[in-house]
């Protein structure tokens, strides 16, 4: 049936009886068999559930991935480990008939009666699907001066050469996880850093079509390992090639990130339990973002909802003392990003989501000599997650010292900054020590006032500073010592 209105969702749920066998097998044997037995079950159910609200006739469904077959960990110097599933996430288009009014009213009855009628299917949720896309950056109305200083500039704006001057504080025994597009172990390796490993995505059993961890050269990933490891040299890296821009027909939507980060926390779980050389802090760099909520419906579900399963997902790594760095977005009003919608640009309309959750670290970017870069997406906040956001801000827009022509841009590189910065203080503080909320509250104590004492939509609490970070941190132990 082709509807006159297609809603993306994505449902969770705990698989039983046969479902939950198809699971099983499929973990013991992924091949194209078991993912096609995995999906025809999931059909059937949904065909039968539909039914049973009374929309047979009235609402197309059509499932076009299960993302929480394909993730895998693989690490750098063992066999496959994995911690147990929790749940499973199917995404899937509704097609609908009618007026807007009868399709939302359809839309409504899914949502709130479905899982009552899936066999199979335990605590099943649903959740507005949206997509989401890295924060590079590039103006064309800067493009006779696209970049503004050098990383010695960058170094200067954060403190850095006060901050090297106490030792130890290189990121040894930190593991961070590059949520991004995927990255190069050997530039890891060659930056001197620690490649850990990472998430392996299986996208078709039947192809093999596979996204393998650290093997994504140059793009993206590159110059968030670059910023990560100029502050922090010596933490190990893991790759979660979560937006990867080469393979075709993966969809890169919310529905993969949360299937994404369900596998990364349980298996970061299992590796805590297993072993004590992962017992450490681990850091989560998430330089991604929502563009435009034009497919987002219920409008706000995911936006502005601190109870989408996503973002209780990113309070869950939190509460299990990982910190959590977003981009603020590059939806700023004077310079916005062409993929940003016409209405999600500007001063409380551009930090959406996990982006604006009120446990993560939001930066924004300013240029290496504090000036905000008017692409930089702007608060407040989202009302029902964190009005104060940004939190921060961190240089960007500058070229490497030895490359001129090699760019740090978007509000990306301002969050893989701040990663290495965190990063950095972990190597002294582990989250027993500072946890995860009290280390944000000391970056926004402690950050350069550029435009004032108190929190503004542009710069948030100010620009990041190293060096006083440290002190204050070294005074918040030293009082409850």
Excluded at 261 to 271: P, V
Aim: proline fraction near 5%; include cysteine; charge should be neutral.
């Amino acid at each position: 049936m082709a509807g006159d209105h297609r809603f993306c969702h994505y449902l969770s749920t705990q698989p039983q009886g046969d479902l939950a066998d198809g699971y099983t097998a499929w973990r013991r044997n992924r091949t194209a068999q078991h993912q096609q037995n995995i999906h025809r079950h999931a059909d059937e159910r949904l065909k039968v559930g539909l039914q049973r609200l009374g929309l047979a006739g009235h609402v197309a469904h059509r499932i076009v991935a299960h993302p929480s077959l394909g993730w895998r960990l693989v690490l750098a110097d063992e066999p496959e480990l994995r911690g147990p599933d929790e749940e499973h996430i199917w995404a899937v288009e509704f097609d609908m008939r009618g007026s807007p009014e009868i399709a939302l009213g359809h839309l409504a009855q899914i949502r709130s009666g479905l899982g009552t009628h899936l066999a199979d299917c335990a605590n099943l949720r649903t959740a507005a699907d949206l997509p989401i896309f890295v924060a590079d950056y590039w103006s064309p109305a800067e493009a006779t001066a696209p970049l503004f200083g050098d990383r010695s500039g960058a170094r200067r704006l954060l403190g850095l050469d006060k901050l090297r001057k106490h030792p130890g504080l290189t990121g040894k025994g930190v593991n961070v996880v590059v949520v991004d597009q995927g990255l190069d172990k050997t530039l890891v390796s060659r930056l001197g850093g620690t490649y850990g490993g990472g998430w392996e995505y299986l996208h078709d059993a039947e192809t093999a079509a596979t996204v393998v961890p650290g093997e994504t050269k140059g793009g993206h990933g590159a110059m968030i390992v670059r910023n990560i490891l100029d502050i922090a040299p010596e933490v190990t890296i893991f790759d979660c090639p979560m937006l990867p821009p080469r393979i075709a027909g993966l969809r890169q939507f919310l529905s993969h990130a949360d299937a994404a980060y369900a596998r990364m926390l349980a298996d970061i779980r299992y590796l805590r339990e297993r072993d004590a050389r992962w017992r450490g802090p681990w850091i989560f760099v998430n330089a991604w973002t929502i563009y435009d909520r034009q497919s987002e419906h219920p409008l706000g579900d995911y936006t502005d909802n601190p109870h989408h399963r996503f973002n209780r997902l990113v309070a869950r790594a939190v509460d299990e003392a990982c910190d959590v760095v977003f981009c603020a977005g590059n939806c700023g009003q004077f310079s916005p990003s062409a993929r940003c919608g016409a209405h999600d640009r500007g001063p409380g309309c551009s930090i959406y989501g996990a982006n604006s959750h009120p446990s993560v670290l939001t930066m924004g970017a300013v240029r290496v000599d504090g000036l905000w870069l008017g692409y930089s997406s702007q608060g407040p906040g989202q009302p029902q997650l964190a009005h104060e956001k940004p939190d921060l801000c961190a240089p960007s827009q500058f070229a490497e010292t030895y490359d001129a022509g090699m760019g740090n841009t978007g509000s990306s590189a301002a969050c893989a900054l701040a990663a290495g910065v965190v990063a950095a203080l972990r190597s002294r503080w582990n989250a027993q020590a500072i946890p995860p909320d009290a280390l944000k509250g000391i970056l926004m104590a402690s950050a350069r006032k550029t435009e004032g004492g108190a929190w503004n939509g542009r710069v948030g609490r100010g620009v990041l500073d190293a060096a006083a970070a440290f002190q204050a941190a070294t005074e918040h132990r030293s009082a409850r010592s």
